[in-house]
């Protein structure tokens, strides 16, 4: 097959053709080679609200095996296909649980497992973000002004999906996903009236206004309609009426609460089409479906209200009431207390707990990361951890080699095929054999990818990387537990160190970040216009400006993301201990031969068990002594026994920097001294960590002059990254929760 089209590929015409020809062209050419798999035995659905996929085209060319042939015979005609890296990415994911359903998908495509997936095609991916005079700008993604040349509409499948007020069109569009399977990743499209285009217009719409939750009560209902209307359908044509046997061909896993609905639905359309009991379906949907939780913020656990359901889904309202009732039986006959029974309700009041209703009828819970997995039993769902204990499991999350170092690595995995043989490539554990001594070329792969790294950031940012200085990176979302701001506040200390001369031997330093921050987040975005300030006053001190960078990149996403983790040295993932569930970018950087200066919290803790603690630079409080320290925490005090941490802290008001009159900047120290009415002062404790976060920046520093031992730390975490690929973390859903084999 690679063959065929490989000869197709050198008989491929590309003489005077733009660039988006040919790149659907060429695409398509390839689609010709790609047959999803028909599914015939036990399967596993993953049913996402959000995929964040990012390029298609050179990971498929990988995933089929003909990268670098393709790439040689196509440059031979004049086409480089780096100049497709001009594509949009296929963005519709906000950050890492979209991009973790996107690693999921290509390590059971890659693994041969039996996975689908079921999402939403966005008309408009993530927002794109430019900075102007510092501050996030936003404009829509359109990324469908480039074709989806490897998606193909089914026209002939497509399906009505009934609300109260309307009807909407659910067309799928299918994107094989290429391994050693071939997987489906069904995107619907809404269809019909204006108003039911909206559905899948943006990924998700502001939900603070009552216009905003309906649209996105229509977008999960929409999403679960059309996946569980076709299962069903398929199963019927297949197996008959009966559906005491769909459990056995299908598990179903929900990607954080988005998709619960389609456990009502999937009730309602038992009850009402097939003539199955509600206890029955009941039954049968608490044997198929699984949770995994994705964070314990109370924020983002989804509560509906019933009253707006009911409004323009009254069915689904009401069998979420009728699985209440079914439950409340089940816990009186457990001999629950009345609170106890509170704290598990799926409707409460008028609240309808999308969270309680995954793990009650969620064969199978799990968190995504060991502490997270912990805290998820301990704070969260404790009583229903007390009454179902073989419920919750945990599975680490994962990230796909293939993605991120074999495409993104390219050098890297190359010195890897020599010392070792291709065969870590699958199996990764291979990687532990890597005598990490032998650091020369090593360090030259990181030279020659930090240089590539600095081109492109000057191509998209037209920013100048400091020549040969350590990279310490920090990349995700923008939010306040993500700590940002701290970080800023360790940069400015390090500079006003430098400046009264107190880091005699530093050696030159970027601080590299990219963030978006959700558009009604106003903290999120007075932090960039913070940190887009100091690089502004540290970049243009000549007295400094040879030895520190600050350099913050616009628009952040996945293809951006491939080129950080290789070229960086320091991967900061500093999150208050408790708050990030796993984190998946600092499985990317560890991959990519990064240490790690973070605190013990979601992942960071296994990367540190398995690559050890002496080659990572840990620091701040834990989880256990966080929640020590809640009621008693008064950073007033810290501050007023740490000149050095006040003089960061007050530039935020002393009118060293402007925010231009936003009163971000009041804000934010604010929320820092004397709290709000919804959380007491720095409630991410951002003052107790900071000092020991500097001290680490130093170490990591100081450690880097020792070149030779410094890389010799940055290839253990390489050495020891196995467990973090999404091929184990893949193969534990399999065995722990889907029960799927291997094909
Ligand atoms: C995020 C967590 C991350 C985690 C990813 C993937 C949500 C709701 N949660 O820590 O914050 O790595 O999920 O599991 O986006």
């Not at 704290?343 to 008028?350: T, Y």
């Not at 600095?454 to 100048?464: F, K, N, T, W």
């Not at 803790?605 to 020590?628: L, M, P, Q, T, W």
């Amino acid at each position: 097959m690679t063959e065929k089209l490989l000869q197709e590929l050198k008989e491929y015409d590309a003489a005077g053709k733009d660039i988006k020809t040919l790149y659907t062209e060429i695409s398509e050419l390839c689609m010709k080679y790609i047959a999803p798999e028909k599914r015939e035995g036990r399967t596993a659905y993953y049913l996402s609200i959000e995929y964040l996929m990012g390029r298609m085209f050179h990971n498929n060319l990988l995933e089929l095996g003909v990268l670098e042939e393709a790439e040689k015979i196509l440059s031979e005609k004049g086409v480089n296909i780096s100049d497709f890296e001009e594509i949009e990415d296929a963005a519709l994911g906000n950050g890492g649980l979209g991009r973790l359903a996107a690693c999921f998908l290509d390590s059971a495509a890659g693994c041969g497992y039996p996975l689908d997936g079921y999402g939403i095609r966005y008309k408009y991916g993530l927002f794109k973000q430019k900075f102007e005079n510092g501050e996030q700008a936003e404009s829509a993604d359109d990324w469908l002004i480039w074709g989806d040349p490897w998606s193909v509409r089914r026209e002939n499948e497509k399906r009505v999906v009934h609300f109260a007020d309307m009807d909407v069109t659910a067309v799928p569009y299918d994107m094989p996903i290429v391994g050693k399977s071939v997987n489906t990743l069904r995107l619907f499209a809404a269809e019909g009236s204006e108003q039911a285009q909206k559905i899948c217009e943006y990924l998700y719409p502001a939900d603070d206004t009552e216009e905003g939750k309906l649209l996105r009560i229509r977008q999960e209902y929409f999403l679960s309609a059309a996946a569980i209307g076709e299962l069903a359908e398929r199963y019927v044509e297949k197996h008959g009426r009966n559906f005491n046997e769909f459990a056995k061909y299908h598990s179903l896993q929900l990607n954080d609460t988005h998709a619960v609905m389609s456990v009502a639905e999937f009730i309602r359309l038992l009850t009402k089409n097939y003539g199955v009991s509600f206890a029955r379906a009941l039954d049968i949907a608490k044997r198929t479906f699984n949770y995994t939780n994705h964070t314990i913020l109370p924020e983002a656990l989804e509560c509906w209200n019933y009253a707006l359901m009911e409004k323009i889904l009254p069915e689904i309202a009401e069998v979420f009431k009728t699985i209440q009732i079914y439950a409340e039986r089940e816990w009186k006959r457990k001999k629950c207390s009345k609170e106890e029974i509170a704290a598990m309700s799926v409707l409460h009041g008028e609240s309808l707990s999308m969270a309680n209703a995954a793990v009650y009828v969620g064969e199978k819970v799990n968190g995504v990361a060991a502490i997270h997995s912990e805290l998820v039993k301990r704070n969260l769902f404790p009583v229903a951890y007390k009454y179902y204990p073989d419920k919750f499991q945990n599975v680490t999350n994962g990230i796909t080699q293939r993605r991120w170092l074999m495409l993104c690595n390219r050098e890297l995995s190359a010195l890897l095929d020599s010392k070792l043989t291709s065969a870590w490539r699958e199996d990764m554990t291979r990687l532990e054999t890597l005598d990490t001594t032998d650091t020369a070329e090593f360090i030259a792969v990181k030279a020659e990818k930090k240089k590539q790294l600095a081109e492109y950031i000057l191509r998209h940012d037209g920013i100048q990387l400091l020549d040969g200085a350590i990279v310490y990176a920090q990349v995700k979302r923008l939010h306040e537990y993500k700590r940002q701001l701290m970080t800023a506040f360790a940069i400015l200390r390090i500079y006003y160190d430098l400046k009264d001369g107190k880091l005699p031997d530093f050696r030159p330093s970027v601080f590299l970040f990219g963030a978006k921050a959700a558009s009604g987040y106003f903290r999120a975005k007075g932090i960039i216009k913070y940190l887009n300030e100091i690089a502004r006053l540290v970049n243009n001190d000549e007295q400094t400006n040879k030895l520190l960078q600050v350099v913050f990149v616009q628009n952040y996403n996945v293809s951006y993301a491939e080129k950080i983790v290789a070229g960086a040295d320091v991967s900061l993932q500093v999150s208050t201990a408790g708050f990030e569930a796993s984190g998946t970018g600092n499985m990317k950087f560890m991959l990519n031969g990064a240490v790690t200066c973070g605190t013990m919290d979601g992942a960071n803790i296994e990367i540190v068990e398995h690559a050890g603690k002496d080659n990572n630079y840990i620091f701040g409080a834990s989880v256990e002594e966080i929640e020590r320290l809640k009621d008693t925490y008064d950073p007033n005090e810290i501050l007023s026994q740490n000149p050095d941490l006040k003089r960061v802290a007050e530039t935020l008001t002393d009118g060293t920097f402007s925010d231009g009159g936003k009163g971000y900047f009041k804000e934010l120290y604010s929320s820092l001294t004397v709290g709000a009415h919804w959380h007491k002062p720095d409630h991410y404790f951002i003052f107790r960590d900071l000092p020991e976060y500097v001290d680490s920046l130093i170490s990591v520093n100081r450690d880097y002059g020792n070149k030779a031992a410094f890389a010799k730390k940055q290839m253990e975490n390489t050495a020891h990254a196995a467990f973090f690929s999404s091929d184990r973390a893949i193969a534990d859903y399999a065995r722990k929760i889907w029960n799927i084999e291997k094909a």
